[in-house]
């Protein structure tokens, strides 16, 4: 079992080792994300329309 203040010391501890993003990093990885996310949104939007488009003509044979 461990002491709490052994707890506590080793958690600063490793809390001291992260490297934080700069302002700049965050707000480019932020963009980042929501690019992508609009991108894979388009592509899924795309891929459902053919998707339904094709069923409904194999529904109307």
Do not use: C, H, Y
């Not at 080792?17 to 996310?37: D, I, N, Q």
């Amino acid at each position: 079992m461990m002491n709490p203040a052994q707890f506590v010391a080793q958690v600063r501890s490793e809390a001291a080792k992260v490297v934080w993003p700069s302002r700049k990093e965050a707000g480019l990885t932020t963009v980042m994300v929501f690019v992508m996310a609009t991108l894979v949104a388009i592509f899924f939007f795309t891929v459902d329309q053919l998707l339904s488009l094709g069923v409904g003509l194999l529904l109307s044979l």
